[in-house]
Structure formats: structure tokens, C-alpha cells
């Protein structure tokens, strides 16, 4: 069973940034492709970025592309999702994902585990 804590949500102004982390354990963290999800109040959750077992296989959603940078520390058994230039849209709680499986998961259906969340507010 893999357990998924994530830390670095927070209150930022618009236009700044924050630097979230997921510390993975419990299982072959090389083998686990990692991901980020969100929901905002009253939507539904939606994909955010991926990144697969190989550090460079990164995706993304369109609503962040260019803004957010996913990466992934294998020796540290650790994802983080750098996010930049944050709109108010972007206030929603971030969970980290992971899956077994070498490809990206962008759909709740390929994910496996799930974190509890960390709150992201981007205020106005």
C-alpha cells in the first residue's frame, strides 16, 4: 500500500508562487507514475500534471500549461508541482496521485492511490 503526503499548500497573492511536495512511501516510488489533481469548491476534481516513470514524460492540463512544472525526485521518493504566475482560479485543495503504471494517468479512473490534500488560496 503506498501512502501519499503532500505539504507547501498556503495562501500566496495572485501572480505569485508556491512549491508543492509529495512524499511517497510504501512502495517502489521508480516504478509509480506521480501526478497532481485539484478541486475547487462546488467542481468537480479535475487533472492537473503528470509525470511518468521517466523524469522527462511530463503532461499537463490545459488550464495550467506554461504556468506549472512537475517533477520528480527518485532518490527521494518525492513529487513536486512548481506553480507560477497563480490566478484566483487556481484557490482549490491539491492532492497528489499515483498509479502503477509506466504511463501518465490523467483520468481518476487510471489512479491508484490518493493523498489527503493540501489547500492552495490565491488571493486577489
Known amino acids: 500500500q503506498v501512502q501519499l503526503v503532500e505539504s507547501g499548500g498556503g495562501l500566496v497573492q495572485a501572480g505569485g508562487s508556491l512549491r508543492l511536495s509529495c512524499a511517497a512511501s510504501?512502495?517502489?516510488?521508480?516504478?509509480?507514475?506521480m501526478g497532481w489533481f485539484r478541486q475547487a469548491p462546488g467542481k468537480e476534481r479535475e487533472f492537473v500534471a503528470a509525470?511518468?516513470?521517466?523524469?522527462?514524460?511530463?503532461y499537463y492540463g490545459d488550464s495550467v500549461k506554461g504556468r506549472f512544472s512537475i517533477s520528480r525526485d527518485n532518490a527521494k521518493n518525492t513529487v513536486f508541482l512548481q506553480m507560477n504566475s497563480l490566478k484566483p482560479e487556481d484557490t482549490a485543495v491539491y492532492y497528489c496521485?499515483?498509479?502503477?503504471?509506466?504511463?501518465?494517468?490523467?483520468?481518476?479512473?487510471?489512479?491508484?492511490?490518493w493523498g489527503q490534500g493540501t489547500q492552495v488560496t490565491v488571493s486577489s
Open positions: 496521485t499515483a498509479a502503477n503504471r509506466p504511463f501518465v494517468a490523467t483520468i481518476k479512473s487510471e489512479l491508484d492511490y
Open positions: 510504501g512502495g517502489t516510488f521508480s516504478r509509480l507514475t
Open positions: 509525470i511518468a516513470w521517466s523524469p522527462g514524460s511530463a
